[in-house]
């Protein structure tokens, strides 16, 4: 790779700007408006620079900016500049509509002197803006790069593990508060790392960031839970329903939901002996039709869907109107403190009251104590699930785990 300048040549700040939010301009409006609004945005450019400045559009909506013979002060204060212009509203058809963009800076020869490296460390800096909530700007920093090197020491790590089938499915209970049922199961995902142990998800979430790797970790679960509910319904271990945590990757195409029923025909295990457990982060972004219609399939097939780390979110009360939601989970931050904290109990109590008014059941994560499934029994809650009544386990030693939850 050529250098990007020759000895002598003068500090530049190369930037990356990036249009928030632009693909639901062009889905609600068309293509015609969106090129009107790229264009706008050059005009906006091209009046608040000078001499110093040059910018061109990369593609999409994304644009390269350089600012020649700027200290960092002066760089940021300019695309400060740039970002507030951006913001004025600009008129689509009968709308006024306000944009809004991030971008990322790198300084030459400071965080780069290869064209490549230069670009990597701005593309660096404006994921970190657009991280951060958007409508920003990062200047690049070398912590920037040493979490993408260990992001991507991670997810090379991780598909080693695949293929060495160095991740396994560990359930836990989910409990009924009426004694006549059955108990649930969610499956947990492990990774049994050759040199630190055993590893729950919270060790390894920052290499799953690529939605391929998510997708072939969610096809992963779906066979495993199949062949584990086939192992307990061939040892007579009654289990009323198997939660299963799905990502927005699962809804990238049809694939897993075909196999999913390709597998519930083949082993007469029925959809209605599962539950598929989504977040509202599953929601956001681009595939939000594609997550609902999956959704909706789902459940027309039989499962129940859950919403999970209820009560963390935004816009819960919206999907709960809008979704086919069956059960909300309470996260275990509202759990934990239940006892001693008369603000976590009302707000529990509310959400227990609301989604039964709504024709909806209710599981409360993170019960540690008896003190709290007692507490929470009174509420109505309907299934209580955490260490109280058991660790999450291997499918191998389920049923004497269940024979060793206390039912009351």
Not at 95 to 106: K, M, P, T
Not at 140 to 151: G, M
């Amino acid at each position: 790779m050529a250098l990007v300048a020759t000895q002598g040549t003068r500090r530049f700040c190369l930037a990356l700007l990036d249009l928030d939010g632009f693909k639901t301009i062009n889905d609600s409006f068309g293509h015609l408006a969106g090129n009107k609004v790229l264009t706008i945005v050059a005009s906006r450019l091209r009046k608040i620079g000078d001499e110093r400045f040059f910018a061109a559009r990369l593609g999409g909506d994304e644009f390269g900016m350089v600012f020649t013979d700027a200290s960092e002060a002066d760089a940021v204060e300019f695309f400060d500049q740039i970002l507030e212009g951006i913001r004025e509203p600009i008129q689509i058809k009968r709308i006024q509509r306000h944009c809004s963009a991030s971008v990322g800076l790198a300084f030459f020869p400071h965080d780069g002197v290869t064209m490549e490296s230069l670009l990597r460390s701005a593309d660096l800096a404006l994921y970190h803006a657009k991280a951060l909530g958007r409508d920003r700007g990062e200047v690049f920093r070398l912590q920037l790069k040493e979490e993408a090197d260990r992001r991507a020491e991670l997810l090379a790590e991780i598909e080693n593990g695949l293929r060495l089938e160095a991740f396994e499915l560990h359930y836990q209970p989910i409990v009924p508060i009426a004694s006549d049922q059955d108990v649930s199961l969610e499956a947990l995902m492990r990774w049994r790392h050759p040199e630190r142990g055993l590893l729950t998800p919270e060790s390894f979430l920052g290499g799953l960031l690529d939605p391929g790797i998510r997708a072939e970790f969610g096809m992963f679960m779906l066979e495993e839970v199949f062949r584990d509910a086939a192992s307990l319904r061939e040892n007579k271990t009654k289990i009323r329903r198997i939660a299963m945590n799905l990502t927005d990757s699962d809804f990238r195409s049809e694939s897993f939901i075909d196999r999913f029923l390709t597998l519930s025909d083949a082993t007469g295990i029925g959809p209605e002996c599962f539950c598929a457990e989504i977040t509202e982060g599953t929601f956001l972004g681009a595939g939000q039709k594609r997550v609902r219609d999956g959704l909706e399939r789902l459940h027309r097939a039989g499962v129940e869907i859950a919403l999970d780390d209820f009560g963390t979110g935004h816009g819960s009360l919206t999907h709960l109107r809008e979704l086919p939601i069956d059960r909300l989970k309470i996260d275990r931050s509202f759990i934990a403190n239940i006892i001693s904290s008369r603000e976590d109990r009302t707000i529990v109590h509310g959400m227990i009251e609301m989604a039964h008014g709504l024709g909806k059941t209710v599981t409360a994560e993170g019960v540690e104590t008896l003190e709290q499934a007692r507490l929470l029994t009174r509420m109505n809650c309907d299934q209580l699930q955490g260490w109280y009544f058991s660790k999450a386990c291997e499918v191998e030693r389920l049923p004497e785990c269940l024979k060793q939850i206390t039912r009351f």
